[in-house]
T-cell receptor, first 117, second 112 residues
Framework: GAVVSQHPSWVICKSGTSVKIECRSLDFQATTMFWYRQFPKQSLMLMATSNEGSKATYEQGVEKDKFLINHASLTLSTLTVTSAHPEDSSFYIC?????????????FGSGTRLTVV | SQKIEQNSEALNIQEGKTATLTCNYTNYSPAYLQWYRQDPGRGPVFLLLIRENEKEKRKERLKVTFDTTLKQSLFHITASQPADSATYLCASGPGGYNKLIFGAGTRLAVHP
């Protein structure tokens, strides 16, 4: 089945630094990937839609200059949290779907726990 | 705005019983609904998808229903086991086949 690999699984960084999270589709090509954020005991909130070869589409209220998304190939999307602050500490999850254009389930990465100190 | 609501934050049941989780949607008519399982510290795992023209879908001990009149989907786990303990998320893609919006989830605990 479709596998999405996310790396790193956890990261601790100092306030003001930047952190890059990678999301890879291992056995399929993903022209579109999605980035979510999840705070403790809350549901997943969609941050942005990452499109291969073009700009990402951000959800309302998500700062595009703070959360930089790059989708340089059909199997890799990256999310960079720039100038991270403690309030950016969260669980970040990516997802993709094989067989674009058809209705189907989405495959999620295992998530990245970001802690900004 | 389009909303998916899972009214029960937590559900505790005895092993062997049937767990029933509820998902309600408002302000739109989804073409489908999806159900995911999420374990602590992990990403969601896809379980089932049901289309608006399907009344019921089954997969092993799982059953999902879709009632467009009540604007509701029910998710059932029969003969529940402690290993079924997890958070279950309802999701849908408003406006087509792309991005998903999620309900808040229901945390299921199955006790031996």
């Amino acid at each position: 089945g479709a596998v999405v690999s996310q790396h790193p699984s956890w990261v601790i960084c100092k306030s003001g630094t930047s952190v890059k999270i990678e999301c890879r589709s291992l056995d399929f090509q993903a022209t579109t990937m999605f980035w979510y954020r999840q705070f403790p005991k809350q549901s997943l909130m969609l941050m942005a839609t990452s499109n291969e070869g073009s700009k990402a589409t951000y959800e309302q209220g998500v700062e595009k200059d703070k959360f930089l998304i790059n989708h340089a190939s059909l199997t890799l999307s990256t999310l960079t949290v720039t100038s991270a602050h403690p309030e950016d500490s969260s669980f970040y999850i990516c997802s993709a779907r094989e067989g674009w254009g058809q209705i189907g389930g989405y495959t999620f990465g295992s998530g990245t726990r970001l802690t900004v100190v | 705005s389009q909303k998916i609501e899972q009214n029960s934050e937590a559900l505790n049941i005895q092993e062997g019983k049937t767990a029933t989780l509820t998902c309600n949607y408002t302000n739109y008519s989804p073409a489908y609904l999806q159900w995911y399982r999420q374990d602590p510290g992990r990403g969601p795992v896809f379980l089932l998808l049901i289309r608006e023209n399907e009344k019921e879908k089954r997969k092993e001990r799982l059953k999902v229903t879709f009632d467009t009149t009540l604007k509701q989907s029910l998710f059932h786990i029969t003969a529940s086991q402690p290993a079924d303990s997890a958070t279950y998320l309802c999701a849908s893609g408003p406006g087509g086949y792309n991005k998903l919006i999620f309900g808040a989830g229901t945390r299921l605990a199955v006790h031996p």
